[in-house]
C-alpha cells in the first residue's frame, strides 16, 4: 500500500510536498477505513484549479512512466514556474513488514539524472544518469549501451526479470498493475495493463460483469437491473434489435417491464456504469483506484455509499480521489487523516493542508468547518 509520496516542481507543486498515507491517532474508523496504520485512501477537496487533480496525477504519471506502451509526455508534468530545472518523486509503499522507497529526478530536457530503489532501507537499484547498479539482476553493472536515458530502468528490469526471486517486488508491482485512473468527467477509464482494458464497461460485461452489477444494485436496494444483450423491449409496441452479432447495454427499472437503451440513460446513471467495473475490479484485487471529479453527476447519497462500500469491503486496496461534494468531509465516512485541501499561491504554487493538523474532534462538523475556511482550500470569490 501507498504510504508517502513526496514531489517537487511536479505540475502545480513547486516546492518539495509530502502526501501522507499512514494513519494518525485518531481512533475513528479504525476497523474499516485503516489497514496497518496505512489508509485507504485520500480525497482531495480545494478551488478549481488549486492542484487537486494534480496530487493524484504523481501516482498516475508513475504508472504511466513504468507501464505505459505510449510515449509520456514528460514536460506536461514539469512545473512551468518551478524553482529549478530538475522535478523529483519519491513513492513509499508498505506490504506487511516490506517497506519498498522508489524515486527518481528528471531534467528538462527528459532525461532521468537519478532513480534509486530500496527495499527494507537497503539500495536494490541504483542509477546516475546512463550508470547503474542493480542488485535485483544478475548483471550488476550497466552502462549506456544497457540504459536509455529518458526511461525509468526498473521498467525495463521488471519487463525482462518480473523480479524473481524478490517476492516483496513481485507483490509491489502487482499492486500498481492492478491500478486504474479514472476521469468522471470526460468517461475515461485508464487501466495501467492492457489487460485490465476489460474494465471498460462494455468489456466488463462482455467478460460477465453483468451479475457482478447486479448483484450491486440488489445488495444496495437499486431500483434497476442492467443487461447486456441483442434485443430488449423498449416500449409496448417496439421491440429495438441490434445489429446480428452485436450486444447493447440495456437498464430496467424493477418497477418497469421496459429496456431502457444505454445511450439514453442519465448522465448520472452513465457516470456510474463507467465507473463500477473499476470499483468492484480494485475492491477485489489488491491496488489503488484514482478518481478525477469523482462528484461528477452522482447525488451525494451514491457518492457516500460508493466510498463507505470501497472502505467496508477493500483489504489493502486503496482510493485516492478528487472532489467538489462537501458532504463527503464526515468523519462518519473519512477520517480527519484522510483529507487534504489544497491551495494555490501566487509563484509558491499548490500547497496541503491536511484536516488532522487542525485536531477536529469526532463530534465536530468537518463540513461546516471546511467551509468557515478551518482548514483553507477555499475558493476567494467576492461578494456583489
Excluded at 154 to 182: H, M
Excluded at 230 to 251: A, P, Y
Excluded at 264 to 269: A, D, K
Excluded at 285 to 313: P, Q
Aim: charged share 25%.
Amino acid at each position: 500500500m501507498l504510504t508517502k509520496i513526496k514531489l517537487e516542481n511536479f505540475m502545480s507543486f513547486r516546492n518539495e510536498t509530502i502526501i501522507d498515507v499512514t494513519a494518525t491517532n485518531y481512533k475513528m474508523l479504525l476497523d474499516t477505513n485503516v489497514y496497518n496504520n496505512i489508509l485507504k485512501g485520500l480525497l482531495f477537496v480545494g478551488p478549481n484549479a488549486s492542484g487537486k487533480t494534480n496530487a493524484i496525477n504523481s501516482i498516475r504519471f508513475l504508472l504511466k512512466m513504468l507501464f505505459s506502451n505510449e510515449e509520456v509526455e514528460i514536460m506536461n508534468y514539469f512545473c512551468f514556474f518551478r524553482s529549478s530545472d530538475l522535478m523529483s518523486l519519491e513513492f513509499t509503499f508498505k506490504f506487511d513488514d516490506d517497506e519498498i522507497v522508489y524515486g527518481f529526478i528528471i531534467k528538462i530536457d527528459m532525461e532521468i539524472m537519478d532513480e534509486y530503489l530500496k527495499l527494507n532501507n537497503e539500495i536494490k537499484l541504483q542509477r546516475k544518469g546512463t550508470s547503474a547498479k542493480s542488485y535485483i539482476t544478475d548483471k550488476k553493472i550497466y552502462n549506456k549501451d544497457d540504459i536509455d536515458k529518458n526511461t525509468l530502468f526498473l521498467r525495463n528490469i521488471y519487463f525482462n526479470t518480473k523480479f524473481k526471486g524478490f517476492f516483496a517486488l513481485e507483490k509491489w508491482f502487482n499492486f500498481l498493475i492492478n491500478s486504474v485512473y479514472i476521469n468522471s468527467v470526460y468517461s475515461v477509464t485508464e487501466a495501467t495493463c492492457h489487460s485490465n482494458n476489460n474494465l471498460l464497461i462494455r468489456a466488463y460485461l462482455e467478460k460477465s460483469g453483468t451479475e457482478k452489477i447486479n448483484n450491486f444494485f440488489s445488495h444496495f436496494g437499486f431500483n434497476q437491473k442492467i443487461s447486456y444483450d441483442n434485443e430488449h423491449m423498449v416500449s409496448d409496441n417496439l421491440k429495438l434489435k441490434i445489429l446480428k452479432n452485436q450486444k447493447e447495454i440495456f437498464l430496467k427499472r424493477n418497477d418497469m417491464d421496459l429496456w431502457i437503451p444505454f445511450e439514453n440513460e442519465s448522465l448520472g446513471n452513465k457516470t456510474l456504469l463507467n465507473m463500477l467495473p473499476a470499483f468492484l475490479h480494485t475492491i477485489e484485487n489488491n491496488s489503488m483506484l484514482l478518481i478525477d471529479e469523482f462528484s461528477s453527476a452522482l447525488h451525494n447519497d451514491l457518492e457516500e455509499l460508493l466510498i463507505r462500500h470501497f472502505m467496508y469491503n477493500s483489504k489493502q486496496s486503496q482510493v485516492f480521489f478528487v472532489s467538489h461534494s462537501t458532504n463527503l468531509l464526515s468523519t462518519t465516512l473519512l477520517r480527519p487523516d484522510q483529507i487534504y485541501s489544497t491551495n494555490f499561491k501566487d509563484k509558491n504554487g499548490t500547497y496541503l493542508k491536511r484536516f488532522s493538523s487542525e485536531s477536529p474532534r469526532v463530534s465536530q462538523n468537518l463540513e461546516k468547518m471546511y467551509i468557515s475556511g478551518k482548514f483553507d482550500g477555499l475558493p476567494g470569490y467576492k461578494e456583489n
